[in-house]
């Protein structure tokens, strides 16, 4: 099992730097995100996640993004799980030295499956199946016009988790992003993000979450790449109306 982790953050790693021989932007370009995570319990089946997500330039404290997710999760067995939602997204340029900064919203509905494993008292590993179909904002870089274009985005993520001790826990995830739909001609690759993390279980109903996040994400354009180091930091929230406690 350590040395299947191990491979996967390695090519994971690799395709990264791949990505990043060709024409990459970096300077100014790593964000600090913040989320809040609340997780709502209604049964021993069903739960309510809501998310808010800010992201901000860490070299000025510009704003980059901001991003709220609602989903309806039903456990379909012990180690599957289906889940329906909806995203709202408000996007900055992606350049943070642009005198001109255009708030440009999404809309996203979006379908989730996730197949989880728990391979002994330390190890558990998951994997995320996420269909999204997404709405942009027309605008022409200055302001905002009538109408939305659309595509689509497929994602896959490889998740693992190792308890270091009741109250500590080590993850790592991969998640790769890809685009489809007649207004994608040349970044069908959308992004790769390898994800780092230590998290800390504050006391029941919270635990805290620091980590790094490195993506490279491809521009419309097909050549241009936007290669980022983030910091993630988050706030999980639980609670319980379950009455099987």
């Known amino acids: 099992m ?8 390695i ?32 049964s021993p089946k069903v739960s309510w996640v809501n998310e808010a997500d800010n992201r901000v330039f860490i070299e ?17 067995s012990s180690a599957t799980e ?18 001109y900064r255009l708030g440009v919203p999404e809309l996203r509905p979006f379908q989730e499956f996730y197949i989880r494993q728990t391979l002994n008292s330390k190890w558990r590993v998951q994997q995320r199946f996420r269909s999204e179909q997404r709405f942009f904002r027309k605008n022409n870089g200055i302001e905002l016009s009538e109408g939305y274009m ?37 970044n069908t690759f959308d992004a790769n ?10 006391f029941k109903p919270l635990t805290v979450e620091l980590g790094f996040l490195k993506s490279i994400q491809q ?19 639980t609670l319980n109306f379950s009455k099987n406690r």
């Open 150 to 186: 659309f595509n689509w985005r497929f994602r896959y993520q490889f998740s693992v988790n190792y308890a270091l001790s009741p109250k500590w826990a080590l993850k790592a995830h991969d998640e790769l992003f890809i685009n489809a739909g007649k207004n994608i001609i040349y």
């Open 11 to 42: 090519l994971s790693f690799l395709s990264l730097t791949i990505f990043a021989q060709k024409n990459t932007l970096s300077k100014g370009q790593n964000l600090l995100w913040t989320r809040y995570h609340v997780t709502a319990q209604l």
């Open 219 to 237: 521009a419309k354009d097909g050549i241009t790449y936007v290669d980022r180091n983030n910091i993630r930091f988050t706030i999980f929230h």
């Open 193 to 202: 993000r390898l994800y780092l993390a230590a998290a800390y279980k504050a």
């Open 82 to 99: 289906a889940s329906l939602g909806f995203t709202y997204a408000k996007t900055e340029p992606a350049n943070p030295y642009v005198t």
């Open 2 to 9: 350590k040395n299947s982790v191990a491979l996967l953050l």
């Open 60 to 76: 000025d404290f510009k704003q980059a993004q901001f991003i709220a997710h609602t989903h309806l999760h039903y456990k379909t």
